[in-house]
């Protein structure tokens, strides 16, 4: 085993305190996205990026969520073709759908001027918009169904996040794993496992990556592969080899990496089990 993932036995611990989401109340009425307060929600996603409907470039939508609420601004066109400022709060009612209203603003002062007064702003509410996943049961990472009603013109958008650069995952890591095995041939091993202390070594170069990923005091694995970026997610897809003979893929999703720790949904399938299926989170060694 490299030494990287021994040492990053002694980050475990505090990798704990990134497995626990913290819940951030709304802001206060002055600032204009925060809509409603926010009620403490279940919200098991992560929709902020920015997105667009492939193949049409120039249409876009910026979401910005706070636990059970998003924020939206809308890049598009009016009949006559200007540039139309849109904006939305959608709330959380289940299941990964929000729902909300539209709104439309006009007469604030130049933004060419030093100083903005919104003495002249109007906002005007235009029409409903609701966010769902792509398909019913379908929770991807790069893709949503968005939907919105102005007037008598119903719309429908299937959404991509937009990536704005390639992130670099390389490094060493140590944290916790919470992880649900089935299919396994050894009956034993079923069934769901939290705060396991792993260790992780990542060396990435473009798309290609490779490294160990190992299970503190149990077996390790290599691994390589490849890395993808869907707005601030990233994916990692590799083939693994393990230190008892077991070989498998190995898939990492919805990457989110820090100056100073990394986060991840895992999917896993090898020889002794059909799936294992988690999610982990490792502070990252200097």
């Known amino acids: 085993m490299r030494l990287g993932i021994r040492r990053a036995a002694l980050f475990a611990l505090a990798a704990l305190a990134i497995c626990t989401p913290a819940v ?36 876009g939508i910026q979401l910005v969520q706070n636990s059970g609420t998003i924020f939206l601004t809308m890049f ?10 849109t904006i939305g709060v959608l709330q959380h009612t289940g299941g990964e759908v929000f729902t ?27 029409g409903t918009a609701r966010l769902e996943p792509s398909a019913p049961g379908v929770l991807d990472s790069g893709l949503r169904k968005f939907t919105y009603t102005v007037g008598t ?5 299937i959404l991509k996040r937009q990536p704005l650069a390639l992130a670099n995952v390389s490094g060493t890591y140590g944290g916790t794993m919470n992880r649900t095995r089935t299919g396994c041939t ?9 705060a396991i202390a792993i260790g992780m070594d990542i060396t990435q170069t473009g798309t290609e ?28 897809e ?5 230190s008892g003979g077991e070989t498998g893929i190995l ?11 990394i986060v991840a949904k895992l999917e896993q399938s090898y020889t002794p089990c059909s799936l294992v299926t988690g999610v982990l989170a490792g502070t990252r060694l200097p």
Do not use: M
């Not at 439309?104 to 235009?126: D, I, M, Y």
């Not at 050894?186 to 939290?194: A, D, F, K, W």
């Open 24 to 59: 951030t109340p709304a802001a206060g009425p002055e600032a204009r996205a925060a809509g409603p307060v926010a009620k403490s929600t279940e919200v098991t996603y992560d929709h902020s990026d920015i997105y667009w409907p492939e193949g049409e470039d120039g249409w």
């Open 76 to 85: 598009v066109y009016a009949a006559g073709g200007q540039a139309t400022w």
């Open 100 to 126: 909300g209203s539209l709104y439309q603003t006009t007469g604030g002062t130049s933004w060419l001027q030093q100083a903005f007064s919104n003495a002249g702003l109007v906002e005007t509410p235009v």
């Open 153 to 157: 013109a119903t719309i429908v958008k």
């Open 186 to 194: 050894n009956p034993l091993q079923n069934g769901t496992e939290s």
């Open 209 to 236: 990556v490779s490294g160990q990923f190992a299970i503190i005091g149990g077996e390790s694995c290599n691994f390589t592969g490849t890395y993808s970026q869907a707005g601030r997610f990233g994916r990692i």
């Open 238 to 242: 590799a083939e693994i080899s393990c």
């Open 251 to 261: 898939k990492l999703t919805d990457v989110l990496r820090y100056p100073w720790s």
